[in-house]
């Protein structure tokens, strides 16, 4: 029984098929120019009805930090939660590939910022260039709380950043479980308003190494083949990168993975909210449960077997822990059944 | 009446004397190998007590900047007020100069960091290579909210960052402010209770461009000439830099200059705080007065010449604003009283 | 008929094969921390002939850029070949990677430095902080041009440049074809001549993304775990890599994959030497073969579907062109021979 | 007797005065938004025939470091001589400032670069994203080796980087020397030939720290106060900046000492021709002068208390030794005549 993330496990055996298949070619173009690179881009271009610029990149990490590097200069500013990846767990690498721009981190319940926070901290900008041009905004959806953000939602952010001037990403690492929850079109939940470039990831939900950028905002894309090579983001045998990314997107492989996904943590978070030695921290809207848990029932569990992270929090009792669990597109049906038995026995 | 900076002001006159002093040889070495640099090392090695490696540079944020890249690596954390300088007006010059370092902005009261903040902070450190590895944490001395860490406070934080082989800079900007208002020596505030870099500045204590890196542990220096000219913080024409600075440390005119300046803000203090429409928001400790006035005062002094800036804090009623008043080594006395006058006079 | 270059070709089968397998497991830990790391780190020992600290990493790109910013702090500068990888082929990656460091380029035949010039290059530091530190020098074995350097090469050149405190890096992209070409044991021709870090790679001999940092210098690897994820360099389901190395390595796959290679640039090579109207610019010793065509038979060869680079070079004559023929671990036997007649066949 | 830079020199008596008079002013607005950072720009714009966009910075190497980015992104080239200060004397501020960039060293005579160089360069770009985007050509002008580029020179380059989309610097660390030296007017040199940016230099010149860059393309403006202060390259006392700037620029001072000081490398230069046991390895064109000595004569000179430095190039005998001898405004007269007697004399 594992939870600690949902890239512990393997790669759908649909998209390493096409990745098999996609070595049956004696010879391709390399360096990301294959035909297959292109129908990527044209298979995004129809999911999110428009002709979209999309790159394949070699992880989340650098499609966060390339994605970052088109909106924010090295004197800029980006916007962020405080629990966001990017400011997180990327080990600075957006301060690499942006060349130093401050990422500046915001509170903000379940992981979301909200739109009068923006407009407040704004007001610590005005005394020019003394602190860093505020130019971007990240917003994760999913976001690292498991929570989504509505298309209002972030309707409502564009509104406050758009007249600064400022340029709005989505780290979609979760990007597909997002969507799902909210049952919207990919368009609605991004271009429409206001996303201009967003890390469309694949690999927790699936893939090998399965990401792209994709900018709705072709500007933003001059000179990315240059960021992504000078960033050490660029794939030799891109074949395999295309032929993932095509396998995904086929059959809604992608939504189904990830409505899967959020079925489990929905029934594992009933599971340990119908428990009464356990809290939830938060509404499940995702993949993700974060839950409080009495540290004795933490330890057994794990003894047990069940694996998961604690996240830290501030606030707790001393007798208390925070949890993170994750489901995925691949996570048995029994183990969540059974994980939450092993947790109601252990109160 | 002019309480926006203390570096408004000008240049000591005894130190411009020195500057134009050093004009009248009609060669030197250049680069900052003259005598006057190995002499200015010296000096700085007996007020401290202790032989320092010293090196002048061109400003403040590039005091900080630097000094920060010797104890950060690109992948490093750096721990800091939230309302640091480096944080908040260095327009990401400590990213430019780390690497891509990451400062996490802590909160605290007076701009000062508090040891529980730091080891709080510590425990969402513990998870490997995903967040960037803390190795350093910088103090402000005075704080930008004109408070002082005392070499007690500085000894608390050492004693929770030392063990995890963290390094200590303090930006002493103010470093002289800081000294003259504790009342110990330059060895008690600093190397004795931990700090291994300095940003010794003087330039807003009557300097012109008056700024050096003192390290306490000399292994930190080690091929800081380079860093130094790369990051274009070599004067040419060095002279100029070493005679500032030794007829700053000449004669304590560096303390008899922060003694002044402490005073005077001192007055102010008193004089706002004795007004039944104003209100103090941090003690005096240092040259810095910070105050909340209701607008309509702010408007009206400010029309009537007077010069300062708003300084955004969050939780104020809408008809109030914040102020930072700053006083310095060349405020005229009559400044201030005739200031404290206009104050009251627009309740 | 490609001979555009060796990441043309596919994966090797038995590698994509446990790939497959590696998929089987259920689970397994996630960001190279899993078993299968661990196994690549001893069986590189093994290999080599010491304990060695060895990091997977993305691609090539990624790995001579990071196993340089162990070896030069951003103020250095590296020497290596005018026409090496890292300097015309990484789009500034190393400088991003090393935060700015310089690469240095030097002349030299076959794209092999020799000592005397890195001696009398070395001549030009002398004059402190100005110019960048010479920290490092990078070696490609085999060369951009199809070249090997003997043990004995790398030693004359080690005996330059550790005496002045300088670092090697191997840029073993083609690591594999320069030691069958040699003969020797992967330790002569690496850490026991001198070789501090080398870029282990096998993605142009039958890899997906089949890259390692293998340190034989333990020292430089401190701290790499942050480095690489820093760098977007860190696989999340790091099982696949490892898998890769692990197949590679064993029964002699990249051995033997790389004699094959070499094997049929020999026969390539002799067969163009053979013409009367196309020269060699270089003697075959790895799996590229270049020389000189008249441009007419280039045109005309490429029009029949034979695919391969123009390869600038200065002092030709205006109808001849220079080329790049890479041959591979999986270019069938027979596209060979048949390339020759084809170029035979177009005088 | 030194000649062995134009920095070993003090400050113009009359540029120090203005810094005095500077001091004057009780109070003035600080961080180079003074009414005489205004005044220098209008003043500039006057000079250079043309409304240009100016900003004081603290060195030459902040000047010529912060133009090339404002020009060359970090995945972009810098086209520029192998001997140019920015590539050899400014450790590596470039790569900094501009994020990584790369410098493209070329060879030429004298330090000028040939256009025909350049077009032959610009054939090793052509295969896209893998090299460096070549963005940038910079010129020293005076050159390192102290020749002049003509304004047909300049046009010539322009005429074959300008289709590229190339844009040009000028590193005019000795601009006033270069500009007397041909008899041209400021915008005959710069904008009318195709210069976008210039680092225009006083400091060696008789300036204390006396640097501006000038934008002929205001475009390239947008967001440079964010550089600058990123950079750590914004004074803040900057009156003290501007009023340097506008005593340099009044009353032609600027040109008055770049005339002296060429004069006198004439006649150095041509003291050491007339010698038979020296040669002039480069035509004396503006305030430097080269030349091979003995090594015998260059240890007896020294010995007698002259000062210059060694020039290491390649190609000279073993009892040779190249040296640089720079003259400025205030070197003696009676210096360089005793200095070509005790040269003669050492024969």
Not at 193 to 199: A, E, Q, R, T, Y
Not at 292 to 304: E, G, I, Y
Request: aromatic share 8%.
């Amino acid at each position: 029984m594992n939870f600690a993330s949902d890239n512990v496990y393997g790669v759908d055996p649909r998209i390493m098929q096409a990745m098999v298949d996609a070595n049956t070619r004696l010879t391709d173009v390399s360096y990301c120019h294959d035909e297959g690179a292109k129908a990527v881009e044209q298979r995004l271009s129809q999911i999110f009805g428009k002709d979209v610029k999309a790159f394949l990149v070699m992880n989340g990490t650098g499609a966060n930090s390339l994605s970052l590097s088109t909106i924010a200069p090295p004197h800029g500013g980006i916007f962020c939660h405080e629990s966001s990846h990017i400011n997180t767990d990327e080990c600075n690498c957006p301060e690499l590939f942006t060349g130093g721009a401050k990422l500046i981190p915001l509170p903000g319940e379940g992981g979301k910022i909200a739109p009068a926070t923006v407009a407040n901290k704004l007001n610590y900008f005005g005394h020019g260039e003394h602190a860093p041009k505020p130019t971007a905004i990240s917003l994760s959806n999913a976001t690292e709380l498991g929570r989504v953000y509505s298309p209002d939602d972030i309707a409502a952010l564009t509104a406050v950043v758009r007249p600064k001037g400022m340029k709005l990403h989505m780290d979609g690492a979760r990007f597909a479980n997002a969507l799902v929850s909210i049952g919207c079109t990919p368009a609605e939940l991004t271009w429409k308003v206001g996303i201009d470039v967003l890390s469309f990831g694949g690999t927790k939900n699936g893939g090998m190494m399965l990401e792209a950028v994709v900018f709705f905002d072709a500007a933003l894309a001059e000179d990315f083949l240059y960021r992504r090579k000078r960033a050490g983001q660029l794939q030799s045998k891109g074949r395999f990168l295309s032929a993932q990314m095509l396998a995904y997107l086929a059959d809604d492989v992608w939504l189904a993975n990830a409505k899967r996904a959020n079925r489990l943590a929905s029934e594992l978070g009933k599971g340990i909210s119908a428990s009464n030695h356990m809290r939830l921290s938060q509404p499940v809207e995702a993949n993700e449960v974060f839950a409080v848990l009495p540290k004795a029932s933490f330890d057994a569990v794990q003894a047990k077997g069940a694996f998961f992270y604690d996240w830290p929090i501030d606030g707790l009792n001393e007798d208390e822990i925070h949890c993170r669990f994750v489901t995925s597109w691949a996570t048995p049906e029994e183990h969540v059944k059974d994980f939450i038995a092993l947790l109601r026995s252990h109160a």
